[in-house]
């Protein structure tokens, strides 16, 4: 019989702050939450954590994650390597979602699809996009609609590239096709059907989106842009789709240069969009993890390149709270709830009795990761992996 466990006066932040409370994990799920729980007496074989000196939050929910590598804008040899389990746990990140990026030749869906139920074999839970950057999408079954209703790990289209040199450009009617089939497949099968949208440096920004929803039955809500703290024309464009009811994702694996060349850190725009007046649930936080980080000058050539990390999700969100005054609340609800909502993942991204037992346990002296919980498993204790993938043993 696998072990019930007890966490006990720990600081709750659900993301909404619930103050000292005691939770119960069994069978993967949160059992209860409530105070004073003793299960000392009930002949069960209970594990009791002392949670007095932590906060306890939901796993962290990464909405973007090249699990197969991205890259290969200077060529093969600058193919980014896969994402292995501890990339996220290491990081909090107990849920994650697979993208294919610039490259659905050598990169395909069938290698993310496996990938994904790779690292959920290892402890985590994933699911994916189908596409990529290019319209007309590349598919499994040959159809968007078909993807999400048959493959169960599909619950969206994309990244989708628009505004950026290295997308399709697709017209807006190929865009609208995309939203409309991502929308059925979405509803047939029970999943967001979210279209996830690459947003680049061109003039246009958001404007390809505006136009797809003009005239039509779609709304804002079924796009999902990402990347919008790239410079400050684009976040303040960001600010106006969220004003207007559309969700917004800032992207936390960065480089100096790009910081140096008018990319808006993604803990500063958060902080930014949260004085605004724009309401958490539309602020998203997603690392962009294992994808390359291409460096080009003003006439589109590469200068230089690096790899995203799962990681500074959370470093992200922690700076946003010590550096910019952003509450706990708001800083873990950008990496929980509110991407777990934009992607229909109702078992995720809070701390409810009977919803997966995803859980990160931060110290709360330093706000570092402390012990990590995925579907009621520990994978993280004292900051160090208990669990490692198959090629990191």
């Given at each position: 019989?696998?072990?019930?466990?007890?966490?006990?006066?720990?600081?709750?932040?659900?993301?909404?702050?619930?103050?000292?409370?005691?939770?119960?994990?069994?069978?993967?799920?949160?059992?209860?939450?409530?105070?004073?729980?003793?299960?000392?007496?009930?002949?069960?074989?209970?594990?009791?954590?002392?949670?007095?000196?932590?906060?306890?939050?939901?796993?962290?929910?990464?909405?973007?994650?090249?699990?197969?590598?991205?890259?290969?804008?200077?060529?093969?040899?600058?193919?980014?390597?896969?994402?292995?389990?501890?990339?996220?746990?290491?990081?909090?990140?107990?849920?994650?979602?697979?993208?294919?990026?610039?490259?659905?030749?050598?990169?395909?869906?069938?290698?993310?699809?496996?990938?994904?139920?790779?690292?959920?074999s290892e402890g985590i839970t994933t699911y994916c996009h189908t596409g990529s950057y290019e319209i007309p999408c590349r598919?499994?079954?040959?159809?968007?609609?078909?993807?999400?209703?048959?493959?169960?790990?599909?619950?969206?289209?994309?990244?989708?590239?628009?505004?950026?040199?290295?997308?399709?450009?697709?017209?807006?009617?190929?865009?609208?096709?995309?939203?409309?089939?991502?929308?059925?497949?979405?509803?047939?099968?029970?999943?967001?059907?979210?279209?996830?949208?690459?947003?680049?440096?061109?003039?246009?920004?958001?404007?390809?989106?505006?136009?797809?929803?003009?005239?039509?039955?779609?709304?804002?809500?079924?796009?999902?842009?990402?990347?919008?703290?790239?410079?400050?024309?684009?976040?303040?464009?960001?600010?106006?789709?969220?004003?207007?009811?559309?969700?917004?994702?800032?992207?936390?694996?960065?480089?100096?240069?790009?910081?140096?060349?008018?990319?808006?850190?993604?803990?500063?725009?958060?902080?930014?969009?949260?004085?605004?007046?724009?309401?958490?649930?539309?602020?998203?936080?997603?690392?962009?993890?294992?994808?390359?980080?291409?460096?080009?000058?003003?006439?589109?050539?590469?200068?230089?390149?690096?790899?995203?990390?799962?990681?500074?999700?959370?470093?992200?969100?922690?700076?946003?709270?010590?550096?910019?005054?952003?509450?706990?609340?708001?800083?873990?609800?950008?990496?929980?709830?509110?991407?777990?909502?934009?992607?229909?993942?109702?078992?995720?991204?809070?701390?409810?009795?009977?919803?997966?037992?995803?859980?990160?346990?931060?110290?709360?002296?330093?706000?570092?990761?402390?012990?990590?919980?995925?579907?009621?498993?520990?994978?993280?204790?004292?900051?160090?992996?208990?669990?490692?993938?198959?090629?990191?043993?």
């Open positions: 019989m696998n072990s019930i466990i007890l966490i006990k006066n720990a600081e709750l932040f659900a993301p909404q702050s619930l103050g000292k409370m005691d939770v119960v994990i069994a069978g993967g799920s949160i059992a209860a939450i409530g105070k004073d729980f003793n299960l000392a007496g009930s002949n069960l074989p209970v594990t009791v954590i002392d949670g007095s000196d932590y906060y306890l939050t939901p796993g962290f929910v990464d909405s973007l994650v090249h699990f197969i590598g991205g890259g290969g804008e200077g060529g093969f040899a600058t193919r980014t390597p896969e994402m292995q389990l501890t990339d996220a746990t290491l990081g909090g990140v107990t849920t994650a979602i697979g993208v294919l990026g610039t490259d659905a030749t050598t990169r395909t869906l069938t290698n993310l699809l496996a990938k994904a139920h790779a690292l959920e598919t499994l079954t040959g159809s968007i609609t078909d993807d999400l209703i048959l493959i169960d790990k599909f619950i969206g289209v994309g990244e989708i590239a628009i505004s950026d040199h290295r997308s399709s450009q697709p017209t807006i009617d190929e865009i609208r096709k995309v939203a409309a089939a991502a929308r059925v497949g979405g509803i047939l099968a029970g999943k967001s059907g979210v279209v996830s949208v690459h947003m680049g440096a061109g003039e246009r920004i958001l404007q390809p989106i505006y136009q797809a929803v003009s005239g039509t039955e779609l709304t804002l809500k079924q796009f999902y842009p990402t990347h919008m703290n790239r410079n400050r024309r684009v976040f303040e464009a960001g600010l106006e789709f969220a004003k207007k009811g559309g969700v917004i994702d800032f992207t936390t694996s960065t480089t100096e240069y790009d910081l140096k060349h008018g990319e808006v850190a993604a803990a500063a725009a958060l902080a930014e969009a949260l004085q605004a007046g724009i309401n958490p649930l539309q602020l998203t936080l997603s690392s962009d993890g294992n994808a390359s980080l291409p460096i080009y000058n003003d006439n589109g050539e590469l200068l230089g390149l690096q790899v995203g990390q799962v990681s500074t999700l959370y470093q992200s969100a922690r700076d946003a709270i010590l550096s910019h005054k952003v509450s706990i609340s708001d800083a873990i609800c950008a990496i929980t709830q509110s991407p777990a909502a934009v992607l229909g993942l109702k078992q995720k991204g809070r701390l409810a009795s009977g919803l997966d037992a995803d859980l990160v346990l931060i110290n709360r002296d330093d706000l570092a990761i402390n012990q990590v919980f995925a579907k009621g498993k520990q994978l993280v204790a004292n900051g160090n992996a208990t669990v490692k993938g198959m090629f990191e043993r």
